[in-house]
């Protein structure tokens, strides 16, 4: 990444690297600070000219809290949802998400920001191997 002249911006928990704390509060605090607006015919338009995208991988907390934050601020990301895989192409329906019936294996798992919308069950709930729904602790 640094051959590629990505601006890093690291965190840990303990501080030991980088922001301490959360990688979401460090995204949310980076995304504050270069959000921009512009007064366009009385209406105003998010410019988010230095967000191409957003790509999240993680635990599914951190993929719903960064969501929020790129629906909020109208920012292009993607999500890799992970669910439990059986078969892992399409015949079984282990991994198909609510509502849409989705299967990861095969839609996914990678869902695009606005395709994630559908998804109802996103940072609420997933399925256990024997198929029952188990919801989030955090989830409300
Ligand atoms: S794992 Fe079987 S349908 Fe996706």
């Given at each position: 990444?640094k ?10 928990d303990?501080?030991?690297?980088g ?9 949310k ?14 209406t105003?338009h998010i ?20 969501a929020?934050i790129?629906?909020e ?11 439990y ?22 839609e ?6 606005e395709?994630l ?7 609420k ?16």
């Amino acid at each position: 990444m640094k051959e590629l002249g990505v601006q890093m911006h690291l965190s840990t928990d303990d501080g030991s690297e980088g922001y301490k704390g959360f990688n979401v509060d460090l995204f949310k605090q980076y995304v504050e600070a270069n959000y921009q607006t512009e007064n366009k015919d009385s209406t105003f338009h998010i410019s988010h000219s230095i967000f191409s995208k957003v790509y999240t991988v993680g635990p599914e907390i951190m993929e719903f809290k960064i969501a929020q934050i790129c629906w909020e601020h109208e920012i292009p990301f993607e999500v890799s949802l992970e669910r439990y895989m059986k078969c892992g192409f399409g015949i079984c329906g282990q991994c198909c998400v609510d509502s849409t019936g989705w299967r990861m294996c095969v839609e996914g798992p990678v869902i695009d920001g606005e395709k994630l919308k559908q998804i109802t069950e996103f940072g609420k709930y997933h399925r256990t191997a024997s198929g029952k729904v188990e919801k989030y602790p955090w989830a409300k």
